[in-house]
Each structure stands twice: as structure tokens, then as C-alpha cells.
């Protein structure tokens, strides 16, 4: 008999990935499927990325890299942070992984002993509590409601710091709620970490050009001094490139805990694919139009969707600010039955249903720490989110 650890007996199984692949196997048996669900834009890889990455090919540039990366992708994301992010780092303060999941599991993995505790911003990303289980960290959920905007709270930050504190996670435009912090909600944050710099920051930034305010994206990290000395800046090239599959993440931060992450690294994947390397730090130095452009075709895809989900009966829902969802309170079909039987009693129910009786996926709250609401991403083909709309609506309008 197979005796599984208590580290993997302890996770749960992805909210995100567990609809997408009901979703794929219904697409599969020929229901036709509206994906709402998928964190991922639609928009191809760059052509002249592409291009770049065959060429790579051709020249037989397929081995194995050190487990630091290719020295021009580090050098690409020294110039991506002092230009984006006015953030000046020398090479060993950078590491790069097999996308930004892995970079973030390598630092919990360089930093946690049993019992250490990681402060989690609710809603959050579903991966991260199990990220740090898999570290033997213990997950420390703050609520952060809809009336905060989804953000943390001086208070809240203040409440949840404890002896066996070591990480605080903040992830700026956030995934599922599309929170953006300002400056001066991030500087408040930073006062109360002043006094203990034991507690590092994890800024997840990867949505950082998914942003729909006329304002500048901030850095936890450009802050001072101080917060730049104690942050791991996490960032990578698949939403804002179109190069989720090319799996390249990236961090920099103090040059102890980089190479920390790098040993990690080098003892599991040795390093990340040469040829997506040589894809990313091309993306990364390259022309930055296309960054521009895609930006500008989200935000009216985001005011398109909010649009469409704001009519349905059952639904409402706010324009984010960042990232690719709308977080819609669905709170008022909670109790009520759908046309194929069953009352719904949680965001869960509404989701099955929906994709069920609707042709429509969309992933549950629960996944992200806070119901009832479910996440739905805008990023997808022009007139699919229209498609989604009547599907629900038609759905919603037998709910009994």
C-alpha cells in the first residue's frame, strides 16, 4: 500500500484546474463550452518571439543552462525591473524559474521551517496556501472584503502577525478580485512591518500591465530602502507576453535569498527550458508596443464584460482595476433550485450548475478563500463573453 506524506495529503486540489478539466472533458464528449475559467489571455506570442525561439533551435542551443538561467535572460530582467519598476539590481539579486508558481514554491521552500507562518490576503490566488504547505509553512487567511476593496488592511496585517511570522504574500493587480494597491496603501502596510525584519514581502506582480487606472503600477519594492532590502519581487512573461506555456517566472530580491532559491531549483527542475530562455529575454528587452496595445484591447474587454455580467439576475459585480476577472458576488442564488434539480448551497453548486445546464465554466469562490462569488476571466475572443451572458441568462431565468 502507498503511504502518501502528510505534505501532500494536506493540499487541495486546484479550484481552477478541477473546473477546467470538467470543462475539457465535456468539450471533449462534443458540449460546446464557453471557458470563462482559464487564467490565461488569448493572445498568441509575439511573432518575432516565436520566430527567435525556432531560430534558437536550429542553432542546437537545447542543453542545459545553469541553474541560475541563461546570463542574457537574467540581464533581460535586471532592464524589465529598472525600467518598469524604476528598481535597480545587480545579477546575483535575481533567479528565474519554470514559471512564477515554481519561484514563489522555491523561496517558501528556502525560507520555512514547520510552523513558520505566511500572511495570505483573502481572496488570493488559489495556489498560494498550498504552496506553503508543500514548504511546511501554515497559511495564515486574512479577509479582506468588498467594502476594503478586496485589499488589506493596516489593521488586518497588524492582527495577523505573530511570533512564527516570516512572509507577507501581496499580489498588486490581484488574481481573483483585480485589487490594485496605491502607494500610500502600500506605504501604510509597510508601517507596520517596520520593527520586524524578520517578516519578508512576497509582491506578486505578475499582472502588473493588466491594469485599467490611469495611474503607474507600484512596487512594494520601490517604496525605500528598507522594504527593497526585505522584498522578493515575483514576475514572469506569461500574461503579459501571451507565454503561459512557455513556463519562464523570475524574482529579485536580496542576493542571500536568491541564490537560496536557485539551490532549490538546481535539486528539481536544474533549470528552466534554454529555448524559453531565449524566448523570454527577447520578449523582455524587445519592442514593448505590443504590452500597450494588448493593455488597451483588456480594458475594453473588461468594461464589455462587466456590462454583460451586470444584467444577469443573481449576479453583480464591480470593474476591477487590474488583472484578467471579474469577481462576481453571486450570494443571491445561493438556496435557490436550477432547472435540472438541486438547490444550490454554495458558489461551488452554482459553478457545476452553470457549466452543466449553461455551457458556461466559470471557478467558485471557495477556490480563493471567499464565497459565494465566482471568478470569470474577460480575457477571451471577442463575442464569447456576449455568448456567456445569454447562456446564463437563459439558465438563471428557470431558477426557481
Not at 4 to 10: F, T
Amino acid at each position: 500500500m502507498i503511504r502518501l506524506s502528510q505534505r501532500v495529503r494536506s493540499l487541495s486540489e486546484s479550484g481552477t484546474v478541477a473546473i477546467a478539466g470538467r470543462a475539457a472533458r465535456l468539450a471533449a464528449a462534443g458540449r460546446d463550452i464557453v471557458n470563462l475559467s482559464v487564467g490565461a489571455p488569448d493572445f498568441e506570442t509575439p511573432a518575432h518571439v516565436s520566430a527567435a525561439a525556432i531560430e534558437a533551435i536550429r542553432r542546437g542551443e537545447t542543453r542545459y543552462s545553469t541553474s541560475f538561467g541563461r546570463a542574457e535572460l537574467r540581464e533581460a530582467v535586471r532592464l524589465k525591473f529598472s525600467r518598469d519598476n524604476g528598481l535597480q539590481y545587480s545579477d546575483d539579486q535575481v533567479t528565474v524559474g519554470t514559471g512564477a508558481k515554481q519561484v514563489i514554491l522555491n523561496l517558501f521552500l528556502a525560507t520555512l521551517e514547520p510552523g513558520d507562518e505566511v500572511i495570505i490576503p483573502a481572496p488570493y490566488y488559489s495556489s498560494y496556501p498550498d504552496l506553503v504547505r508543500l514548504a511546511a509553512g501554515s497559511p495564515v487567511i486574512v479577509e479582506c472584503p468588498p467594502g476594503a476593496g478586496f485589499k488589506l488592511r493596516p489593521d488586518g496585517l497588524a492582527g495577523a502577525i505573530t511570533a512564527r511570522t516570516r512572509w507577507l504574500v501581496l499580489n498588486s493587480p490581484g488574481n481573483p478580485a483585480g485589487a490594485v494597491y496605491s502607494r500610500p496603501e502600500l506605504e501604510a502596510l509597510a508601517a507596520v512591518l517596520r520593527g520586524r525584519p524578520e517578516i519578508m514581502v512576497l509582491s506578486d506582480e505578475i499582472y502588473e500591465h493588466c491594469l485599467y487606472v490611469d495611474a503607474p503600477h507600484v512596487s512594494f519594492a520601490g517604496l525605500d530602502g528598507e522594504m527593497f532590502a526585505r522584498t522578493a519581487t515575483v514576475n514572469g512573461v506569461s500574461k503579459t507576453y501571451g507565454m503561459t506555456g512557455w513556463r519562464i517566472g523570475f524574482a529579485a530580491g536580496p542576493p542571500e535569498l536568491m541564490r537560496a532559491a536557485t539551490q532549490v531549483q538546481g535539486q528539481s527542475t536544474t533549470c528552466p527550458p534554454s529555448i524559453s530562455q531565449i524566448a523570454a529575454a527577447l520578449a523582455l528587452r524587445g519592442p514593448q508596443d505590443v504590452v500597450r496595445e494588448r493593455r488597451a484591447i483588456l480594458w475594453k474587454r473588461r468594461d464589455e464584460a462587466v456590462a454583460v455580467m451586470s444584467r444577469l439576475p443573481g449576479f453583480s459585480c464591480g470593474a476591477p482595476d487590474g488583472a484578467l476577472y471579474l469577481y462576481v458576488d453571486c450570494s443571491r442564488l445561493v438556496g435557490r433550485r436550477f432547472p435540472a434539480g438541486g438547490r444550490a448551497a454554495d458558489d461551488l453548486d452554482i459553478a457545476r450548475f452553470l457549466l452543466e445546464e449553461a455551457g458556461v465554466s466559470a471557478v467558485p469562490g471557495i477556490a480563493f478563500g471567499m464565497s459565494p462569488y465566482l471568478r470569470i476571466t474577460f480575457a477571451v475572443a471577442p463575442g464569447e463573453m456576449k455568448q456567456a451572458g445569454d447562456r446564463i441568462a437563459a439558465t438563471l431565468a428557470a431558477v426557481e
